[in-house]
């Protein structure tokens, strides 16, 4: 694979990873519906890092209640944000497609409905609520 192939490879793939964290740190993941929005985001945030890092329960209460303390701000920067990075991302959809063969277009479009089907699900969790 020639440089800028590899570099937008390695765009895309930072693009992805970001894309999820910003999704996550804005809507709740949560399989459970009936729960507050605010609460789903939390508790799976929380949950998600007590499994990784192997939490202890003092420190799950903790890191929940940061989480709280900041929620209104990420919440008022995600509603400035967001429309910026869905057209960013959509720049660099366009732009990394035209760096692609056929083929390589076909596939590339499939992992992005692939990765925008789950995030609208994540989305259309926290919006149930709203």
């Known amino acids: 694979m ?3 192939k590899t570099w937008a490879v390695a765009f895309l793939a930072a693009v992805f990873v970001a894309g999820a964290a910003l999704g996550w740190g804005a809507r709740g993941w949560s399989a459970d519906p009936r729960l507050e929005p605010r609460l789903r985001d939390t508790r799976a945030m929380v949950a998600h890092l007590a499994k990784e890092l192997g939490l202890s329960a003092t420190q799950q209460d903790s890191v929940r209640a940061v ?9 008022t ?3 400035l944000v967001h429309p910026r990075v869905d057209s960013l991302r959509a720049t660099i959809h366009r732009e990394i497609t035209a760096q692609l063969t056929p083929a390589q277009q076909s596939r590339y479009r499939d992992l992005i ?3 925008e089907h789950q995030r609208r699900g994540a989305d259309s969790a926290g919006k149930e609520h709203k």
């Not at 989480?67 to 919440?75: I, S």
């Open 113 to 115: 409905a692939r990765f």
């Open 77 to 79: 920067l995600w509603h």
């Open 2 to 4: 020639n440089q800028p």
């Open 67 to 75: 989480l709280e303390r900041h929620r209104a701000e990420m919440d």
